[in-house]
C-alpha cells in the first residue's frame, strides 16, 4: 500500500520543468513558452510534452531554429508585459543568443531607468554524461554569473526544480535556469501539485557536517553526497552545500559553513580556470580567512574542450575524484 501522500508526486527531473511550467501558466496566463519543437513535439527531451494540447499555440509557441531570434522576441514580450519561457535546446546553443541576452536582457532595467524590466526565464538542458557531442554537453555558467542583471540557477532535485523555476517565472528580472540533462530521469523525488516557490540566492546544506564542507551544485550534488557517505566510513564528517542559485550567490550560508569547518572543496564540472571555484574560493579567502585549517581543493573539468565519448567520464567529476580532494583537505 503506497504511503505517498495524496498531495505530492513522485517526479522525475524534468516532469518536475514541466509540471512547473503547467503550474505557472495555469497560475498566470501572461507566461508562455516558446522555443524549437517545444510545441507540438514536447521539446528534445519531453520538457514541455502535453503543453501545447493543454494551453494552446498562442501560448506554447514552435518557433524557427534561430536562438537570437527566440530570445530576441521573449525581451519584447517581456518588456510589455508578459513572462516569456523560451527554450534553448542545448545551453551550448545559447552563443547565438548571447548578444541579446548580455546587452539587453541583462541591461534592459538599468538602461531604462527603471521604466522597464525583463521577466524572462531562458531555461536550458546543461552539462554532460548523456554521451552528446562538445556543444550539448558544455557547463558555462560562469558567463552568466559575470554579468550583471542575470540571475542564474541550477536545481539538482525535483522538489527545487519545480519551486526554483515558478520563483524564476515570477522574479522581475531575467533568469538563466540550467537543468542538468544528467540527471532529468536519473531519480524521482516527491513534488507537491500545488504551486510553491523556492526562494532565489539561497544555498541548501543537503548534509551536516563537521570536518570539511564541499560546495557544489545541479548534477554533481549527487556524487559529492555519495562521495561524503564513503568518507564517513574513515571518519571524515563532510557538509555538503548545494548552491543552486549561482547569482545572486548566497555567501551567508557558504561562510557559515567554512566558518564551522575551517576546510572546503568545491566541485563543478565546468573548466577550472575561470570556473566559480574560483569565486567561491576568493570569497572565503576575502571573508573567513581566519578560519581556514587548509588550502582550498578544486574538483572540476578540464581546460580543454569536452571531449567526446570515450574520455568522458574521465573529464567529469566523480566520486572517486572528490575522495581524495576530501581526504588532502583534512589531512593537511
Known amino acids: 500500500m503506497s504511503t505517498q501522500k495524496p498531495d505530492t508526486q513522485n517526479l522525475t527531473l524534468v516532469q518536475a520543468v514541466r509540471d512547473g511550467l503547467k503550474s505557472e501558466m495555469h497560475r498566470d496566463e501572461d507566461v508562455l513558452v516558446l522555443g524549437e519543437d517545444v510545441g507540438k513535439n514536447g521539446g528534445v527531451f519531453r520538457a514541455t510534452e502535453g503543453l501545447y494540447e493543454e494551453f494552446g499555440e498562442d501560448r506554447v509557441i514552435d518557433t524557427p ?7 530576441g522576441t521573449s525581451i519584447g514580450m517581456a518588456a510589455y508585459g508578459l513572462r516569456p519561457v523560451p527554450e534553448i535546446q542545448f545551453s551550448g546553443f545559447m552563443y547565438p543568443a548571447f548578444d541579446q541576452i548580455v546587452s539587453h536582457a541583462a541591461r534592459l532595467r538599468n538602461r531604462s531607468r527603471g521604466r522597464f524590466s525583463c521577466p524572462m526565464v531562458v531555461r536550458a538542458p546543461y552539462g554532460g554524461g548523456i554521451r552528446a557531442p562538445e556543444h550539448h554537453s558544455e557547463s558555462k555558467e560562469a558567463i552568466y554569473v559575470h554579468e550583471a542583471g542575470l540571475k542564474v540557477v541550477v536545481p539538482s532535485t525535483p522538489y527545487d526544480t ?11 528580472d531575467p533568469v538563466i ?19 510553491y516557490t523556492v526562494e532565489l540566492g539561497e544555498a541548501a546544506v543537503r548534509r551536516e557536517g563537521a570536518d570539511v564542507s564541499v560546495f557544489t551544485w545541479g548534477a554533481m550534488t549527487r556524487p559529492t553526497l555519495s562521495a561524503a557517505e564513503s568518507v564517513a566510513d574513515d571518519g571524515i564528517d563532510c557538509e555538503v552545500v548545494d548552491m543552486r542559485t549561482l547569482s545572486p550567490m548566497d555567501t551567508d550560508t557558504l561562510l557559515a559553513s567554512f566558518e564551522k569547518t575551517g576546510r572546503a572543496v568545491v566541485v563543478h564540472e565546468a573548466p577550472k580556470t575561470g570556473g566559480l571555484a574560483g569565486e567561491i574560493t576568493a570569497t572565503i579567502q576575502e571573508e573567513a580567512l581566519y578560519y581556514q585549517e587548509a588550502p582550498i581543493e578544486r574538483v572540476t573539468g578540464f581546460d580543454v574542450p569536452y571531449p567526446l565519448y570515450a574520455l568522458e567520464d574521465y573529464y567529469m567529476p566523480e566520486d572517486t575524484r572528490i575522495e581524495e580532494a576530501i581526504r588532502e583537505t583534512v589531512a593537511f
Open 162 to 172: 519545480k519551486g526554483l523555476l515558478a520563483a524564476s517565472i515570477r522574479d522581475p
Open 65 to 71: 531554429l534561430a536562438e537570437s531570434g527566440i530570445v
Open 177 to 195: 535556469f540550467l537543468e542538468p540533462k544528467l540527471i532529468y530521469r536519473a531519480f524521482r523525488g516527491d513534488v507537491p501539485e500545488e504551486p
